[in-house]
C-alpha cells in the first residue's frame, strides 16, 4: 500500500521523505491556508521535492471552471494530479481531464454509488472520507471495502485512496483490506512507528549497554 502524506506543510513533508516510506502527497486548500503562503507558491514549493503523485484541488465547481483550473494545475509538474468534488459537474470534469491525460484524484466520496460512477468516468483515484464518515456514526472503513469489492468485479483501473485518516487503525484496516494508497496526516505517519515495548526494550538494551560497554 502507497502512503500519502496529507499536508501542505514543507517541513512534515521534507521529514516524511527522510523516513523513506513517502509515495506521494495530498493538499487541499484548507491545508495550504495553515501555510501562510499563496496557493501557487506552496504547491511548487512541493513539487520541487515530491516526485511522486501531488494531489491539487481545484475550487470551482461548474465544468468548465475546473477544466480551465486543471489545466493550469497540470501545466506546473508532470506528477500533478487534479483533485475534483464528486458532483454532477465534476463527472464531466473528469470525463474530459481523464481524455486528456490528466489524472484525477476524485474527492469528497461518500458512498460506493459515487465511487462507481467516478470509475466510469476515468478517475485515476477516488478518495472515500472515513473519518468523516465515523463522525457522524458510519463506518468508514465499511465504505473502502464496499468500493474494492465495486472495483474487482469490473476490473476498473481508478486505485482508491483511503482519506480523511484520524488514527493508525484506519491505516492498518485499509492495508488489510487491500487499499491502494492511504493518506494521512504526519501525526499518524509518527504514530504508526510508536509501540510500547519497542520503547521499553530499547530503553532496556540501552541500560544493558551502559553496564558492559566499558567491560
Known sequence: MKIFIDTADIKEIKEALSMGVLDGVTTNPSLVSKTGKTFEACVKEILEVVSGPVSVEVVATDHDGMV????SFAAWADNVVVKVPIIREGLKAIKTLSSEGIRV???????PLQALLAA???ASYISPFVGRL????????????QIIDIYGNYAFDTEVLVASVRHPLHVVTAALMGADVCTVPFKVIDQLLKHP???NGLKAFLADWEKVKKG
Open 68 to 71: 480551465a483550473e486543471a489545466r
Open 105 to 111: 484524484n476524485v474527492t469528497l466520496c461518500f458512498s
Open 120 to 122: 466510469k468516468a476515468g
Open 134 to 145: 465515523d463522525d457522524v456514526s458510519h463506518d468508514g472503513m465499511e465504505l473502502v471495502q
Open 197 to 199: 515495548l519497542t520503547d
